[in-house]
């Protein structure tokens, strides 16, 4: 079978889009995995499924690297709206379907291969607050833990330890997170990739609450994080009883399309 693909980044995170609109495409656990294999396949960290949907604009079924579906993906998110308009959707303003429910995207800006899309994430997520970490659910669970100088530390060592804590019995992507002046640092090991990923739009995500959680920060809040593969923004309403209104804010770019005989 020859299959058509594009490929989208997000500040780094990248993935393999397929459209399906127009043919039944069932792929398995072994050949998605064949897909994104950086040395064998295509190389990503996750393939994306472009899809009907009888109620929305479009739907996104998500497959982590090892081949199995996954939770909600934030840079795919917006990757996928970005392809959206690329291929003929002529609004700026999407309204799409996903693994956690129903998503909002707007095209912000167009600059040749890159797009700036705001994603509206999952609303008020369930915290949970430690005396070492929290725990956080923006579409896909997340352990945050703020750290003083996450250069220097091992991602792949304690990610993949604290990914396969019996606690996590699914597993968790682990974020560790270090306070720079007007922004944060996140650095994340995303299980399904089973590594440090350039970017990981769920985990800033995470790490942007986390962040206001532990300072009590309240109102209407926009916080920078710098990611390995570039800046993203996370804006939300923060009160005592939590947080709304969440929007993930950066770069969608598309790289190549081709070909690939599997």
Do not use: W
């Amino acid at each position: 079978m020859t299959l058509e693909f594009f490929k989208y980044h997000g500040t780094g995170n990248d993935f393999i889009i397929i459209d399906t609109r127009d043919k039944q495409i069932n792929l398995s656990e072994s050949q998605i995995k064949y897909l994104c294999d950086r040395r064998f396949g295509i190389g990503a960290d996750g393939l994306m499924l472009y899809m009907n949907s009888k109620k929305y604009q479009f739907k996104m079924r998500y497959f982590n690297a090892d081949g199995k579906e996954g939770s909600m993906c934030g840079n795919g998110g917006r990757c996928l709206s970005a392809f959206s308009h690329y291929i003929g959707n002529p609004f700026n303003k999407m309204h799409f379907e996903a693994i956690d429910g129903e998503h909002f995207s707007e095209i912000l800006e167009i600059q040749n291969e890159i797009k700036l899309v705001r994603l509206k994430m999952l609303e008020n997520p369930i915290i949970f607050e430690f005396d070492t970490h929290f725990e956080i659910n923006t579409g896909s669970p997340h352990f945050v833990c703020f750290e003083p100088n996450v250069d220097n530390i091992d991602v792949f060592q304690l990610g993949t330890k604290v990914r396969h804590n019996p606690k996590y019995p699914e597993g968790i992507n682990v974020n560790f997170v270090e306070e720079r002046g007007d922004h944060i640092f996140v650095r994340t090991f995303e299980r399904g990739v089973e590594d440090e990923t350039l970017s990981c739009g769920t985990g800033v995500t995470a790490a942007a609450i986390a962040k206001a959680t532990k300072d009590n920060l309240l109102g209407e809040l926009t916080i920078k994080v710098q990611t390995l593969g570039g800046y993203l923004e996370v804006s939300f309403n923060r009160t005592e009883q939590g947080a709304s209104n969440i929007c993930l804010t950066g770069p969608a770019t598309f790289v190549y399309k081709g070909q690939i005989n599997i």
